[in-house]
């Protein structure tokens, strides 16, 4: 694994965070491929959702940014093979705490989310 890939990743996960901690649309936009999709299981049901979708899901939330919230993501693995990657993250979003699995592609020299499943593990711990 190229230590140059794994750290556009990172970054790529950074942005993807901090999309949700701002309630910010454009890094949504940025951290995830055009055609990526949003997948999981919430107390409401099953959730699918475009990045549009997810976009507009994420900018009509509070800031946590603005609220004086503590952020939290944690990247407990990330494997690259090739174009390809798979990272798990937690992290606390809009009161619960989060295991999201999220593939990646490289296209164009440019990492981006492919597919995001998530799990809500429970309340959010900060």
Known sequence: MSN???????ETIQTYFD????????KVHEAFHANARITGDTPEGFV????????????AQPAASEAGGTPYLEVLSLD??????????????????????????????RWSIYNKLFHIEGPAQG
């Not at 140059?4 to 990172?10: E, L, S």
């Not at 949700?20 to 649309?25: T, V």
């Not at 699918?48 to 900018?59: I, L, N």
């Open 48 to 59: 699918q959702m475009t990045v549009t979708d997810f976009a507009s899901f994420v900018s």
């Open 19 to 26: 999309s949700m901690f701002e309630s910010d649309a454009e």
């Open 80 to 109: 690259v093979h090739g174009d390809t990657a798979v990272a798990r993250v937690r992290d606390d979003y809009i009161g619960n705490r989060y295991l999201d699995t999220l593939s990646f592609v490289r296209l164009d020299n």
């Open 4 to 10: 140059t890939a794994q750290m556009q990743i990172r």
